[in-house]
């Protein structure tokens, strides 16, 4: 799985919570990306990192941040969970420009 | 129009057949086209990755790029159960050096029937 770790895998939580999802990599890569996957939407871009302390908005980046203090480390955390952040979340990595995209195992988040 | 439009399926058929897979697109910037699959409850692993026109092979996969008709392709020869997945097509433009206008399509549910 070209050495990416989500975690948690599942998570239920309640309307208006904060929570947080981690990825972790072992590749030593550059850039990472936080995409959410919903039936009839496909992938779509939440935030990206171009560097440590680096990091810009995506698409559908409302409701959510992102921190990443560390190469291997990029946090993506809803502030206020709501129903409609019900998806599963998926951490990529890439190496350089112009390389494809590499993703971990997603996170199914349910918010109830 | 969607910028990437795919054919969601379901697609069955049955082991053994030669299955095609497609996606159309408009953004004549785009240079770069990769096909994933996605088994279920997994993430996505990129299967074919090329870049501007022609064609691709790997084993019993090959990825064609028609840039004039905006086209993708990719082929499975002898499929099998295993190849019974989701395949998302995507693609970027040349300049997109950060990674951040990757575009996917929808995926293409496939079957393949023992």
């Known amino acids: 799985d070209a050495g990416i770790t989500q975690s948690p895998r599942h998570k239920v939580t309640e309307t208006g919570t904060p929570v947080t999802l981690r990825c972790h990599q072992t590749?030593?890569?550059?850039?990472m990306y936080w995409y959410r996957q919903d039936p009839g939407h496909g992938l779509r871009l939440i935030h990206y990192s171009y560097g440590v302390k680096d990091t810009d908005k995506g698409e559908v980046s409302d409701g959510y941040s992102v921190s990443r203090s560390k190469t291997e480390d990029f946090l993506l955390t809803l502030e206020s969970a709501t129903s409609s952040q019900t998806s599963v979340y998926f951490c990529a990595i890439r190496g350089r420009a112009n390389s494809p995209l590499h993703f971990g195992n997603g996170t199914r988040l349910t918010v109830t | 129009q969607k910028e990437v439009e795919q054919d969601p399926g379901p697609l069955s058929v049955p082991e053994g057949a030669i299955v095609s897979l497609n996606c159309t697109y408009s953004n004549s910037a785009f240079q770069y086209f990769m096909w994933y699959r996605q088994y279920s409850r997994k993430g996505p692993e990129l299967l074919m990755y090329?870049?501007?026109?022609g064609n691709k092979e790997d084993g019993r996969f090959t990825a064609q790029v028609d840039k004039s008709s905006k086209y993708i392709s990719l082929f499975i020869r002898d499929s099998q159960p295993s190849d019974s997945a989701t395949y998302l097509c995507a693609m970027s433009a040349l300049r997109d050096n950060y990674g951040q206008n990757f575009v996917f399509g929808p995926g293409t549910r496939l079957s393949v029937l023992p």
């Open positions: 090329t870049y501007s026109s």
């Open positions: 590749e030593n890569h550059r850039y």
